[in-house]
């Protein structure tokens, strides 16, 4: 069964290391400065002559309250009126952008994330999603996966049945913890009513699949708090669930900084919060998707792992990953064909530049063909749990064994721990090595040692 789990607590303590949640091969880390606009409109055109189905992604980065966990990149304002000078500048990129592409590539899949999506008005939500109609070619027959991030404090009824209305179907949603000292130390006050008003109202609008994302490891859980948290979701019936590891890097995250780090729970409790999530989900009908994420089996991400068809970016986990990933606003990445590349991070930056008609491309990368074999590799190890060699032999045209000669010894090695099978024709991702699958991929990860491996959260 591919949703088989072993717990082996010697074995986590070992292989827990900081590494890359792999969203992409290179990771972002990688970008760098020399990668501009000219590259990108370079990357549409080559998508715009093979047609290529395309996934967009739209950052709307304004949140009403901070939460002290949060590393997205956010701006913290009640004023709502700061919404319109930045939908200004986005609707002159999706413009530009939209321009170099053929009005035949298909949208299938779109997602809002943030900060807070909702944090937009009923207005300006049409006025947004009558300018993506407008320019790229988005599905009418609720045949695509379209999502959005909903804060229950900032949807209700009336947001849901809008977001149905302007073709949304999928919803994820922010939970985090419900305990109230915990939601207290973040700063995250949420009812458990106001996440079940939501859940309700996409239910009976029918949209086809809820998230919901909690995290382990914050200030003042325990594992018997975070455990009656985890039922409470169950109870809820989630499609899926995404339970994160928090990683308190107050030096690179400045709300971390008001988190008092005394409260934060002892890394042995942190493991338990995991084990027991793992057992409650799993006995719960839930199936271990890889990488923090559950699903049930019914779910398009269960069936597409059964079929060796699920893929990884940095929409996370997803049956789109042949489309051309195309990212909107501020701080926002594409991926298109070779090419990774990534908005300015600063909203002032990246507002000026759209002000002056250019793109707001800052950074990324162009993949060569050690880059595109290691993702390869990277992407069925993280995704199915398993490599065949010829896979990749045949459309690289190596010799798997003497191009990766040097990383045997560890592979061996792992293998002799457990994580992993090792033959001659294939890996195999272990019950045992299956939450550490992240230490596996890190061995074909040509950039990790010249890393500050401090940037990363760890694996557990």
Not at 54 to 60: A, D
Not at 259 to 274: Q, R, T
Not at 349 to 373: E, I, K
Request: proline letters at 4%; hydrophobic letters at 40%.
């Amino acid at each position: 069964m591919l949703d088989a789990i072993r717990w082996d607590t010697d074995l986590i303590r070992r292989y827990d290391l900081a590494g890359p949640r792999y969203t992409s091969y290179p990771t972002a880390v990688q970008f760098n400065s020399q990668v501009g606009t000219f590259d990108l409109l370079h990357a549409l055109r080559d998508s715009r002559k093979a047609l290529r189905p395309l996934s967009l992604y739209v950052h709307v980065p304004f949140c009403a309250n901070i939460c002290y966990y949060c590393a997205c990149n956010k701006v913290i304002t009640k004023d709502r009126g700061r919404a319109q000078p930045y939908l200004q500048r986005l609707e002159q990129e999706i413009q530009l952008i939209a321009c170099h592409l053929d009005p035949n590539q298909k949208v299938e899949q779109l997602h809002f994330g943030g900060g807070t999506p909702t944090f937009l008005s009923h207005d300006e939500l049409r006025q947004l999603m009558a300018q993506l109609r407008k320019h790229f070619n988005l599905l009418d027959d609720d045949s695509g996966d379209y999502g959005i991030e909903i804060d229950p404090r900032e949807a209700d009824w009336s947001t849901m049945g809008l977001l149905r209305e302007l073709g949304f179907n999928r919803v994820s949603i922010g939970l985090q913890d419900l305990d109230p000292a915990v939601q207290r130390a973040v700063n995250r006050l949420q009812s458990l009513e106001e996440t079940r008003a939501v859940i309700e109202a996409a239910r009976t609008l029918q949209f086809r699949s809820i998230n919901i994302d909690l995290i382990y490891g914050l200030p003042k859980q325990t594992p018997e708090n975070f455990a009656r948290t985890v039922d409470e979701v169950i109870s809820l019936q989630p499609d899926r669930l995404s339970v994160f590891n928090y990683a308190h890097l107050p030096e690179r995250f400045m709300p971390q900084r008001r988190i008092n780090g005394n409260e934060l729970p002892a890394p042995a409790d942190k493991l338990k919060m995991l084990q027991n999530t793992i057992e409650q989900l799993t006995a719960a009908g839930y199936r271990y998707i890889g990488m923090d994420h559950f699903a049930l089996p019914d779910d398009e991400l269960a069936i597409a792992q059964e079929e060796s068809t699920l893929q990884r970016n940095f929409q996370g986990y997803t049956t789109h990953g042949h489309c051309d990933l195309i990212g909107l606003g501020v701080s926002a990445i594409s991926q298109i064909g070779d090419l990774y590349c990534q908005n300015s991070s600063d909203l002032n930056q990246y507002q000026n530049a759209l002000a002056s008609a250019q793109l707001g491309t800052s950074r990324g990368l162009v993949c060569n063909q050690d880059d595109r074999l290691r993702r390869e590799v990277i992407q069925q190890l993280i995704c199915n749990f398993s490599l065949e060699f010829t896979v990749i032999e045949k459309a690289f045209n190596i010799d798997f064994r003497g191009y990766f000669g040097e990383l045997w010894p560890q592979l061996q090695a792992m293998a002799d721990d457990g994580l992993i099978d090792l033959d001659s024709e294939k890996i195999t991702v272990l019950p045992a090595g299956r939450l550490l699958v992240r230490s596996v991929c890190m061995v074909f990860d040509a950039y990790l040692e010249q890393q500050n491996r401090q940037r990363f959260s760890r694996v557990i």
